[in-house]
């Protein structure tokens, strides 16, 4: 049923089997009627996913996203309505420069005991 619901996940129609905590309430597609309770503020992730890449997908990724915080996701959008997905270059620079550095340490540097 897990696969039934994950192709069904906020696809604009209600699936009251689906409408449970287990599958992600169905995406909210069954709250339609009801006022949105949105939390304040914006929740920033990086993906190690090419933007596209992660937008072809995004209805999977919000349901198991949403299923491990115990609540429903949506991908904030901008004031033309286009989703505010971003590549994020800082991490990998830092990860070079950390590999760089490991490269110039003397072989078994980091491991030395401190005997005292």
Not at 49 to 71: K, M, N, Y
């Amino acid at each position: 049923y897990d696969k039934y619901c994950a192709d069904h996940f906020k696809d604009n129609h209600c699936d009251q089997g689906c409408n449970s905590e287990e599958c992600g309430w169905d995406g909210l597609d069954c709250a339609a009627d009801q006022p949105e309770n949105l939390a304040e503020g914006t929740l920033v992730i990086v993906v190690l996913l090419p933007p596209e890449q992660l937008l072809q997908d995004v209805r999977s990724f919000l349901r198991a996203l949403g299923t491990l915080l115990h609540t429903n996701l949506r991908i904030k959008r901008d004031s033309k309505g286009e989703p505010m997905v971003y590549p994020y270059y800082g991490e990998k620079s830092a990860a070079m420069k950390k590999q760089r550095m490991t490269r110039r340490s003397l072989p078994g540097e980091q491991e030395q005991e401190v005997a005292g």
